[in-house]
């Protein structure tokens, strides 16, 4: 195939074949419009006229723009100018790749209208390109000579990974990745018939901006992306949100791996690079009365920890200054630490042996930014000991119970408080503190949800029993014994157990038993052991078994609407009539997709309702509007109702506190009605909690799922909105309300899911694996910089996660015309911690406006005192009007910025 010239394009022609604004197919752009859609729309213009002149082109914009979607944008024009074009997309790991490919499956799903040759046939439109994503080069190398794909994903970590465990134990590490990386090079341009890949993609940029660094990465970088002459890549398009990350010199390291440098040997000046190579333009989110960017609804908070009534932590923390001056002292008058480094800013060390001493090199392999020793980790270790010795105690560091209290609710019943106001996300930097952080948040709420089991079963002595439950740290033993000691064993108990199949193995905990929700462990049923199983866990099975009638409480109406059934089946089990309620009335539902199901074989006596018809009539307005907006698709929307169905049913009974309100529902009834048939008690049952559903958590929680059912489908998760066939097991993991992130935190999009999702977990703690690439926004607004950030870079790559275009924010900001992003900086008042909080604090409010910029000259990662002023905490950001600035640099249309030759697709 002869060499294709890209041409130019304009905003106009782009915006006949890509529609930003999803939903809303009357859009048409203007050149007036500042909308995101309109800026989103002249960045993929103003990207590929860039890369056809000069073969790079570098997305800067600020975090949150969708520069993901404008980048699948030119991959999409790129195919349809090139059907056959080989395209490479590199992330930083495993976890954003998938991202990038459920991204670009929507992305044809509800953007792209330029015709019918990127997708298969189908209502999904499923892409016709399989994202094939490969974790080390030697597989990607290996896929691309067998040339069986077109669109190939592997990671920035890669880079780090190309010398095996032995080769690394002696010789120049570094130069081994070199040479690996060379080969690599070799095998794909000769195997893509060297000319390189047509457009190879970047993500975060800035991982590229130590060009000059001895790390392996920077070494291999070098010769896998090639040198000139010989580039991997025909068009290179980097994204980044911070390209001058730590300094301006950030911005020549990293184009300076794709363009050729001047033939005199000159450095261009950064602002000449990216007026030639980058956009830059700054977040605008529409809210009721107008535009608004992030100085408008931005607010930081401080959250001083004292020792007050705490004297042996005052004690230990004078100590442990008192040693760290004296043995910085004798190493080096003048030291300066950097910004959050110091371990006892975080925690109080880690004990010997624990599970965060072993993950450690994971982590730091990952990140130099999350680590496992510092200077004062020796003094820490001899301190803790001695407390361990005198007080038979951990000591405690204060920061943790001012956490504590600014991220659990008092009653988690109070259904006036919205859920999303439960969702926090907290960045450390130590590791041990993702862990200890996790076990304390929920050892609180264990607390709180105890509580309310321990006040339905209503004993004598209430707090007394609770306190020595809590003493025998929630056991099922003691609640067996002590706690439902009036229970009355259903009837149906027994039959329920008896499956095989109903021992759970709760996945994801990898040996963190003790970091999770002892009182949600009492709803599982265990595999063996003397109390395998409980009230609770009995209870819970009722809810899920199909040949169970309290299984209809969680089944959707049988119209979707309110609807009731009436009718089950029954069959012949061994010497026994086995009934079938669930799978009945799956079949009665079924009938409505327009598949053909057999009649029940039996009949209630009454109608029986569920929950969601109860609940139904009294939802809100536009809640409801989205559900009859999906069953007046016809078998498609009814298949959305039957998968939102599966979802919620999954969050109610793993991912919530809605399980222990059914529960003590249940035990407060079984109280005062005994007997009875099953029907009968159903139905008394479904008498008895009606009153109560208006002011409730499964209300409050079923509405917050349904409104954001769609994006998460959409935008979280790989699973097809109308899939019903395939199962939420990924949310059975989910049983702790807070959980951690960090690189042995096992599969971190189950996280992600349940984080942007009304379920658990509620309390995010994450190291910065979570700090780039990563969307938290749909239900989150507040943030905790628990271990200080190291840079302004780091602080708004964090902050980022959650500030972003359709998310908690925008849509306060849509809704109520205002809004506010709260970040949280917890501090240890009267210390050094307060010190170094205070000189980040000023230095980073001098450089944002120039880091807006891409103009401020660098930022020294050091704590340097002399910048600390009595009056700081003026200096933290609130929220203020105007601050509207220009873009640094805007997509531009006119001469010299447009190729003279038109773009010319083939389709």
């Keep these: ?44 213009a103003g990207l590929w006229n860039k890369l056809s002149m000069h073969n790079v082109a570098l997305l800067a914009d600020e975090v949150g723009m969708g520069k993901t979607f404008q980048a699948l944008g030119i991959i999409a024009l790129l195919w349809k100018l090139k059907p056959n074009a080989k395209v490479l997309v590199m992330a930083p790991r495993e976890d954003i790749c998938h991202q990038w490919a459920r991204e670009y499956a929507a992305f044809l799903r509800d953007h792209y209208k330029g015709g019918s040759h990127l997708t298969c046939n189908g209502p999904e439109k499923k892409p016709l ?17 067998e040339g069986s794909g077109q669109f190939y994903f592997t990671t920035i970590h890669s880079l780090s990974n190309l010398v095996e465990w032995q080769d690394k134990q002696s010789g120049d590490v570094a130069g081994k990745a070199q040479v690996e990386a060379a080969r690599i090079h070799r095998e794909l341009k000769s195997s893509l018939g060297n000319k390189g890949f047509d457009l190879v993609v970047v993500d975060e940029a800035h991982y590229f901006r130590n060009a000059d660094g001895g790390s392996q990465r920077a070494k291999a970088a070098r010769r896998f992306f090639g040198e000139v002459g010989g580039r991997l890549g025909q068009k290179v398009l980097l994204l980044t949100a911070t390209p001058s990350h730590s300094s301006l010199r950030d911005i020549a390291s990293i184009l300076g791996y794709f363009i050729d440098p001047p033939a005199d040997g000159s450095q261009p000046a950064p602002d000449k690079l990216l007026t030639q190579y980058a956009l830059r333009r700054l977040r605008l989110m529409q809210g009721a009365e107008g535009y608004r960017n992030k ?44 910004y959050g480094y110091l371990e006892g800013f975080e925690s109080v060390g880690t004990q010997p042996g624990s599970a965060a001493s072993a993950t450690a090199p994971l982590e730091q392999e990952h990140s130099a930014q999350a680590f496992s020793g510092a200077p004062d980790t020796g003094i820490l270790t001899q301190l803790t000991q ?50 200890e952080i996790t076990q304390r ?58 499956d095989d199949d109903q021992a759970q193995a709760i996945d994801g905990l990898e040996g963190d038993e003790k970091l999770a929700s002892h009182i949600a462990d009492l709803f599982v049923v265990k595999k063996q052991g003397k109390d395998r199983s409980t009230d609770c866990s009995n209870f819970s099975l009722r809810l899920r078994k199909p040949d169970s009638l309290f299984s209809l409480l969680l089944e959707p109406a049988s119209d979707y609407r309110k609807g009731g059934y009436t009718g089950y089946d029954r069959k012949r089990v061994g010497e026994r009539n086995r009934d079938d309620y669930g799978g009945a009335a799956l079949r009665a539902r079924l009938v409505l997709h327009g598949e053909h199901a057999s009649p029940a074989g039996e009949q209630y006596e009454e109608m029986m309702p569920t929950l969601w018809g109860l609940m139904y009539e009294g939802l809100p307005d536009a809640t409801r509007r989205r559900l009859e907006a999906w069953l007046a698709l016809g078998p498609h929307g009814r298949a959305i109702a039957e998968n939102f169905a599966n979802y919620v049913k999954a969050g109610f009974l793993f991912a919530s506190p809605v399980i222990i309100e059914l529960y003590s529902w249940f035990t407060e009834f079984r109280r005062q009605h005994a007997g009875g048939d099953a029907q009968r008690r159903y139905l008394d049952f479904i008498d008895w909690l009606s009153p109560r559903l208006h002011d409730s958590l499964i209300r409050q929680y079923f509405i917050a799922a349904l409104d954001c059912f769609e994006q998460i489908c959409g935008k979280i998760t790989a699973h097809g909105l109308a899939d019903w066939k395939k199962d939420w097991r990924i949310l059975t993991s989910l049983q702790s309300p807070a959980w951690y992130a960090s690189s042995h935190s096992g599969d971190r999009r189950r996280l992600i899911l349940g984080f942007n999702s009304p379920f658990y977990p509620n309390v995010l703690v994450a190291t910065s694996v979570f700090q780039e690439g990563v969307n938290l926004h749909l239900q989150c607004s507040k943030v905790h910089h628990y271990g200080i950030a190291w840079t302004p870079g780091d602080n708004e790559q964090r902050v980022g996660r959650v500030d ?29 911690d307060q010190e170094q909080l205070a000189s980040f604090v000023l230095l980073k409010y001098a450089v944002e406006a120039r880091m807006d910029a891409c103009r401020h000259t660098s930022f020294d990662d050091e704590i340097d005192l002399r910048h600390v002023a009595d009056d700081w905490k003026r200096y933290l950001r609130t929220p203020v009007k105007g601050m509207n600035s220009a873009d640094p640099f805007p997509a531009c249309f006119g001469t010299g910025s447009v190729p003279l030759e038109a773009y010319n697709p083939s389709e």
Excluded at 470 to 488: G, H, L, M, P
């Design 1 to 44: 195939m002869r060499e294709i010239d890209w041409g130019g394009l304009k905003p106009e022609q782009v915006a006949n074949w890509i529609n930003f604004d999803a939903g809303n197919d009357a859009w048409q752009y203007s050149g007036q419009d500042i909308s995101m859609p309109a800026r989103q729309i002249e960045g993929v």
């Design 129 to 145: 390109h399989e994202a094939q994503i490969y974790k080390r080069l030697r597989e990607l190398s290996d896929a691309v000579k």
């Design 295 to 338: 100085y408008n609804y931005r607010h930081e908070k401080t959250l001083p920890a004292s020792f007050h009534n705490n004297p042996e932590a005052e004690m230990f923390f004078a100590l442990y200054q008192k040693k760290l001056v004296q043995q910085q002292g004798h190493k080096s008058g003048g030291r300066r630490f950097l």
């Design 386 to 435: 001695l407390h361990r010795e005198y007080f038979q105690s951990h000591p405690d560091h204060p920061k943790y119970d001012t956490l504590m209290l600014e991220c659990q609710p008092e009653d988690v019943f109070d259904t006036r408080i919205p859920l999303q106001e439960h969702k926090h996300l907290v960045f450390v930097r130590r590791i041990a503190s993702v862990r």
């Design 441 to 498: 948040m929920n050892a609180d709420s264990d607390l709180k949800l105890a509580r309310r089991i321990v006040q339905a079963w209503r004993p004598e002595d209430s707090e007394r029993l609770l306190k020595g439950w809590q003493k025998k740290n929630w056991s099922r033993a003691f609640f067996s014994r002590y706690v439902c000691q009036q229970t009355v064993e259903e009837s149906d108990d027994q039959d329920l157990l008896h």
């Design 804 to 832: 972003r275009l359709f998310g908690r924010v925008n849509r306060q900001l849509q809704e109520k015309g205002e809004a506010e992003l709260a970040i949280h900086y917890p501090y240890l008042a009267q210390s050094f």
